[in-house]
Every structure is written in structure tokens, then in C-alpha cells.
Nanobody, 118 residues
């Protein structure tokens, strides 16, 4: 069982930056592709994918965050990061870390709150 712990959330003003971290208790090793993702869920709304990075280094982003957010990995620290710049009020949500190796593994963190408000 892999445990994921998110950190770095907080209350910031529009236009500010935050960096979220997702620390994993252990690494998944596989010859198949592993997906490391950040999702978010605002009150009363469905959970949505924000960004992903694969074990091969490929990245993808939701249209709403392209050009503002960057996902990255530090294998030595078993950590995935989400750098969030030019934050907007609509970015307010609980952000969740996810590691997947379909169909065998699907791990989630407990989430970290990001609030963007003046």
C-alpha cells in the first residue's frame, strides 16, 4: 500500500503562486507506464484532472491551467510537484495527488486546500 501526502496549500491573493508537493511512502516500479496526477474538486463540483506526468516524462494539462501550472517529479525524493502561478479565484479547490498503474494500482492522497481570494 502506497501512502500519498499532499502539502503546500493555503490562502493566497489572486496573481500569487503556490507549489504543491505530493510525497509517496514508496515508489512503484514497473516496465509499464505509471501516471502521476493532480486533481482538484471545488465545493459542489465534480473532481477534475489538473495535470499529469508519466514515468516516461510526458506531461499534460487541463486547458484552464495551461501556461500557468507546471507538474514535475523528483525521483530521489519520491515526490511530485505542482507549481501554480498566476492563481485565479476559480482555482480554489481541494487538490488531490494520484498515482496510477492501470489497472492494478490507484492511490490517492487526502488532499490540500487551495483558496485564492482577495
Amino acid at each position: 500500500q502506497v501512502q500519498l501526502v499532499e502539502s503546500g496549500g493555503g490562502l493566497v491573493q489572486p496573481g500569487s503562486s503556490l507549489r504543491l508537493s505530493c510525497a509517496a511512502s514508496e515508489m512503484i516500479f514497473s516496465i509499464f507506464t505509471i501516471y502521476y496526477g493532480w486533481y482538484r474538486q471545488a465545493p459542489g463540483k465534480q473532481r477534475e484532472l489538473v495535470a499529469i506526468i508519466t514515468s516516461g516524462g510526458t506531461t499534460n494539462y487541463a486547458d484552464s491551467v495551461k501556461g500557468r501550472f507546471t507538474i514535475s517529479r523528483d525521483n530521489a525524493k519520491n515526490t511530485v510537484y505542482l507549481q501554480m502561478n498566476s492563481l485565479k479565484p476559480e482555482d480554489t479547490a481541494v487538490y488531490y495527488c494520484n498515482h496510477q498503474l492501470p489497472p492494478k494500482y490507484d492511490y490517492w492522497g487526502q488532499g490540500t486546500q487551495v483558496t485564492v481570494s482577495s
